[in-house]
C-alpha cells in the first residue's frame, strides 16, 4: 500500500517498465509519414520546400529531438544518482524510487543511442548530431543544483505535454516514431513527479542569497540550453540538405535555419516554461524579485514567447 509521493511513483514506475528490445524491437520507421508533430516542427514554415521534402525535414528533426533528450539525460541521471546516494537508505520508498529515476534514465540514454543508430542506417548516411557531451554535462552541472533540478522539471513536464498533446492523436504520423515517445512519455511521468518533489526539497533548504545564485544559475542554463539549439539548428541544415541532395540558395538556408531555431526554441524551451506544473513549481520556490528577473530574461531570449505574451495582453 503506498504511502507517500515516492512510493507512489515507484509503484506506477514498476507498472509501466519497458524493456529497449521491446520498444524498439525490429520496428522500421515509414519514410512516406511525418516523423515529428507539426507542433514541433519548423517545416510549414519553409514555403520554399515541396511538400515530400518537408516531410523529410521532419525526418531530420526528429533524429535530432531524439538525440537531444538523450543529450540532456546524461546530465539528469548522474544528478539524480547524486540525490539518490544522498538519502538514507532506510527511507526506503525515497531512495528506492531516486534510484530507479535514475536507473530509468540511463536505460533511456541507452535507447536513445540505439535509435539513433537505427535513424542513420534507414536515412543512409551519420546525421551530424550535437556532440562534447562531456564538455556540456561538465558545464550543467557546474551550475547550482537547483537550478539543474529546475531545467530538469521543466525538461520533465515538457516531455508530458508532448506525447498527450502531440503525438497521442496524430494518426498521420509515423506509427514507430509514436511508439517509442509513448514509452518514454510512461516512465517520464514519474520523473516530472519526482523532480519536482526534488526541487521543492532543494530549496527548502536555502536562503534567500543561495536562491538567487540559483536563479541567475537558472538563466545562465538557458543560454547553454539556447547554444545547443543554435548548434543543432544549423547541423540540421546540413543534415536536410545531406539527406534531400537539394541545393540550398544563401537566403533559403538562413530562412531553413531561423525556422527550426524557433521550432526548437518552442520545443525545448517555452513548452516547458509554459507548462502548467513548472509555472506552479516555479511560483513556490521564486520570490516575486526572482521570477521576475527569470522572466525578464526568458522573454529578451525568446521572441516568439514575447510576441504571445504580447498578443495575450493586447
Ligand atoms: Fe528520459
Ligand atoms: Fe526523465
Known amino acids: 500500500m503506498a504511502r507517500n509521493p515516492y512510493e507512489k511513483c515507484l509503484e506506477r514506475a514498476h507498472r509501466v517498465n519497458w524493456r529497449i528490445d521491446e520498444v524498439l524491437g525490429d520496428r522500421r520507421f515509414d519514410p512516406d509519414r511525418d516523423w515529428l508533430p507539426p507542433a514541433l516542427s519548423g517545416a510549414a514554415a519553409m514555403p520554399f520546400l ?37 538519502t538514507n537508505v532506510w527511507e526506503r520508498g525515497t531512495f528506492e524510487a531516486l534510484t530507479n529515476f535514475a536507473a530509468e534514465e540511463v536505460k533511456h540514454m541507452a535507447m536513445f543511442r540505439q535509435l539513433r543508430g537505427r535513424i542513420d542506417e534507414q536515412m543512409g548516411f551519420p546525421l551530424e548530431q550535437l556532440g562534447d557531451v562531456e564538455a556540456s554535462v561538465a558545464q550543467v552541472r557546474s551550475k547550482h543544483r537547483a537550478s539543474v533540478l529546475l531545467l530538469t522539471a521543466c525538461i520533465e513536464w515538457f516531455t508530458q505535454r508532448h506525447y498527450r498533446e502531440c503525438f497521442h492523436d496524430d494518426e498521420r504520423l509515423d506509427p514507430f516514431t509514436r511508439h517509442v515517445f509513448k514509452c518514454h512519455w510512461l516512465e517520464e511521468s514519474q520523473h516530472a513527479q519526482l523532480d519536482t518533489l526534488e526541487t521543492r526539497r532543494a530549496f527548502v533548504r536555502m536562503n534567500e542569497e543561495e536562491r538567487d545564485r540559483a536563479f541567475d544559475d537558472l538563466i545562465d542554463l538557458v543560454d547553454i540550453v539556447d547554444g545547443w539549439l543554435q548548434e543543432q539548428a544549423r547541423a540540421d541544415t546540413r543534415n536536410f540538405t545531406r539527406y534531400t541532395g537539394r541545393e540550398l540558395g544563401d537566403a533559403e538556408r538562413e530562412a531553413m535555419r531561423t525556422a527550426l531555431l524557433e521550432a526548437k526554441r518552442h520545443t525545448f524551451l517555452i513548452t516547458g516554461v509554459t507548462h502548467p506544473r513548472f509555472l506552479e513549481l516555479f511560483a513556490d520556490v521564486a520570490g516575486e524579485a526572482q521570477q521576475a528577473r527569470v522572466n525578464e530574461a526568458l522573454l529578451a531570449r525568446l521572441p516568439s514567447l514575447a510576441e504571445a505574451e504580447r498578443a495575450e495582453a493586447a
Open 50 to 86: 515541396r511538400p515530400c521534402e518537408q516531410r523529410m525535414m521532419t525526418h531530420v528533426e526528429m533524429a535530432s529531438y531524439a538525440h537531444l533528450f538523450g543529450y540532456a539525460e546524461e546530465f539528469v541521471a548522474p544528478m539524480v544518482l547524486e540525490l539518490a546516494a544522498e
